[in-house]
């Protein structure tokens, strides 16, 4: 497992069925994620960077925390702070709230919060660069997990809406699953097909996963995984 370079400052380190980012500016790097298998992702960026890392989480889904406890703290939006720490009592954690800016020095990213998926999933767009690293909220090719207590779908249609309302310069998206890089395009896509969801339009597939029964729906761009309707 290796980081491979996107450009001149920007890694990204692909397990196949999850991927992480590492970010470098001036003074400092950020990691994006910190695998899902990968239990020495710190080490591994060591190997591209000499600058201190720190850490972001656009989540805290087990597939986006597998090399957490290399570092001593970790960002992430407080709404996930109550999943994290069933998991994590003892890890020191730092609140990023939407809108804040974390800067690595000359390269400001910027925190858009995309309540849905969970309840404090949080991108992170490079105001330099226009690249979004979005996390699971936005994928193409993917499944969306929406089943299970603290996913919303409502939230996460609003959430989609607000992103194209917010008139940031999005050149390109970042997901953590998926094909990537995605195009603003992906956005109306999603909020159709879940919409398409809310209405009672499309109809799901019945499955199991982790030992629950959920309902699978084909919106086209990918697979959204809910809950099954109580009728
Ligand atoms: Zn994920």
Do not use: W
Request: some cysteine.
């Amino acid at each position: 497992m290796e980081f491979i370079k996107l450009d001149d400052t920007t890694y990204v380190c692909d397990e196949g069925h999850v991927r992480f980012f590492l970010l470098i500016g001036e003074k400092e790097a950020l990691m994006i994620d910190s695998g899902m298998q990968v239990t020495n992702a710190k080490e591994l960026a060591e190997k591209v960077t000499d600058k201190p890392i720190r850490l972001f989480n656009t989540h805290a889904d087990r597939d986006h925390t597998g090399s957490n406890h290399e570092f001593e703290s970790v960002m992430m939006n407080p709404a996930e702070f109550v999943n994290y720490k069933t998991e994590h009592p003892s890890q020191k954690m730092e609140a990023v709230f939407d809108g804040d800016i974390i800067d690595l020095g000359n390269r400001k990213l910027k925190a858009i919060a995309l309540p849905g998926h969970t309840p404090g999933s949080t991108a992170l767009l490079d105001l330099n660069s226009g690249m979004l690293f979005s996390g699971d909220p936005i994928q193409k090719d993917g499944r969306i997990f929406m089943f299970g207590p603290m996913r919303d779908l409502p939230a996460y249609i609003l959430s989609l809406k607000h992103l194209l309302s917010l008139n940031e310069d999005i050149k390109e998206i970042y997901p953590s699953h998926g094909a990537y890089p995605l195009n603003m395009d992906i956005i109306p896509e999603l909020i159709a097909g879940a919409e398409k969801i809310e209405r009672g339009e499309t109809k799901p597939q019945r499955a199991e996963m982790f030992g629950n029964v959920i309902d699978e729906y084909d919106i086209g761009t990918d697979i959204l995984l809910c809950d099954v309707k109580q009728s």
